[in-house]
């Protein structure tokens, strides 16, 4: 079955730059959307189709996809970025669908 | 707006099967040409998608659990059920439901507020 492998944590700076990696087998051929989970919420869909936002998040939120990796990218980091964030994606070969392992941005 | 509500038992016993119920409004499963969706998440874990129910009564199953799992609608196509059998502690989760848009690949761009479930004897 089809894998997405993320690092569990990720620390930042306030006003710097995160960077969170969703690894799969050709990911690229695949279409990755972000979510972003505060604790005791339900997760909130931050990027789709690769790099597209839906509305309302910040454009500080931004994805690209290339290779055997997605990446999510948050530019100028906030405290209320501090949450849990997964990838996940449709796997067109099993037609299921897969979610990444979750990494959890901490501000420092 | 869409808006999804999740009901069903706090705690279930093991072996016992759990019955889920997804609640929606916003848009209707038969004409929206859409998918509703299951989601787990055990306490401090990861996601886990679990199934899925096109609006043509199409279903998809996670392999490792399919034959545990059932989804189904009903008619008024406003709701969605998901019966889980021969539940078992590590089936203890906050268990979500979600839309998908029209294309397999849309995202799960709405999301219940969950309900968290319990199996313990």
């Known amino acids: 079955s089809y894998e997405l492998t993320q690092p569990p944590s990720v620390s930042v700076a306030p006003g710097q730059t995160a960077r969170i990696s969703c690894g799969g087998n050709?990911?690229?051929?695949?279409?990755v959307h972000w979510y972003q989970q505060k604790p005791g919420q339900a997760p909130v869909l931050v990027v789709h189709d690769d790099r597209d936002r839906p509305s309302g998040i910040p454009e500080r939120f931004s994805g690209s996809n290339s290779g055997n990796t997605a990446t999510l990218t948050i530019s100028r980091v906030e405290a209320g970025d501090e949450a849990d964030y997964y990838c996940q994606v449709w796997d067109t070969r099993s037609d299921h669908y897969v979610f990444g392992t979750g990494t959890k941005v901490t501000v420092l | 707006q869409i808006t999804l509500k999740e009901s069903g038992p706090t705690l279930v016993k093991p072996t016992q099967t759990l019955t889920l119920t997804c609640a929606f409004s916003?848009?209707?499963?038969?004409?929206?040409?859409?998918?509703v969706a299951w989601i787990r998440q055990p306490p401090g874990k990861a996601l886990e998608w679990l199934a899925l129910i096109y609006w043509d009564d199409d279903k998809r199953y996670n392999p490792s659990l399919s034959s545990r799992l059932s989804i189904t609608k009903d008619s008024s196509g406003n709701q969605v059920v998901l019966t889980m059998t021969n539940m078992d502690p590590v089936d203890s989760a906050t268990y979500y439901c979600?839309?998908?848009?029209?294309?397999?690949?849309?995202?799960?761009?709405?999301w219940g507020q969950g309900t968290l479930v319990t199996v313990s004897s």
């Open positions: 916003g848009f209707s499963l038969p004409t929206s040409r859409v998918a």
């Open positions: 050709s990911i690229r051929k695949n279409t």
């Open positions: 979600a839309h998908r848009g029209g294309i397999y690949s849309d995202p799960f761009d709405y």
